[in-house]
Nanobody, 123 residues
Framework: VQLVESGGGLVQAGGSLRLSCVAS????????IGWFRQAPGKEREGVSC????????YYGDSVKGRFTVSVDNAKSTVYLQLSSLRPEDTAVYYC?????????????????WGPGTQVTVSS
């Protein structure tokens, strides 16, 4: 199982970015894909989780209405569209494969992780 994120960068507050997570080595739609982020000195935070079985997608309260998950099954790629970015969105963003479960934000639900991509939002 391999996951690789890309698309991070430096953006001004109010701007947008699109992150990509390319998956390989497993049946893509058999697993949920979660997005997490970790800012310096803070715990890893759940951003979203898209269930592989039915495509239901969950979002954290801090990003709901601003971030959107989409999928290209042909490319085994999950996208995270980040809009209306704020300085507090600055973090390393990770995608992970596993299961959303009842607590989709729980990192222990996910067994495979990408190396992460840095997002920095300037004020």
């Amino acid at each position: 199982v391999q996951l690789v994120e890309s698309g991070g960068g430096l953006v001004q507050a109010g701007g947008s970015l699109r992150l990509s997570c390319v998956a390989s080595g497993f049946t893509f739609d058999a697993y949920a894909i979660g997005w997490f982020r970790q800012a310096p000195g803070k715990e890893r935070e759940g951003v979203s989780c898209r269930a592989g079985s039915d495509g239901n997608t969950y979002y954290g309260d801090s990003v709901k209405g601003r971030f959107t998950v989409s999928v290209d099954n042909a490319k085994s790629t999950v996208y995270l569209q980040l809009s209306s970015l704020r300085p507090e969105d600055t973090a390393v963003y990770y995608c992970a494969a596993g299961a959303c479960g009842r607590r989709w934000w729980d990192v222990t639900n996910f067994g495979s992780w990408g190396p992460g991509t840095q997002v920095t939002v300037s004020s």
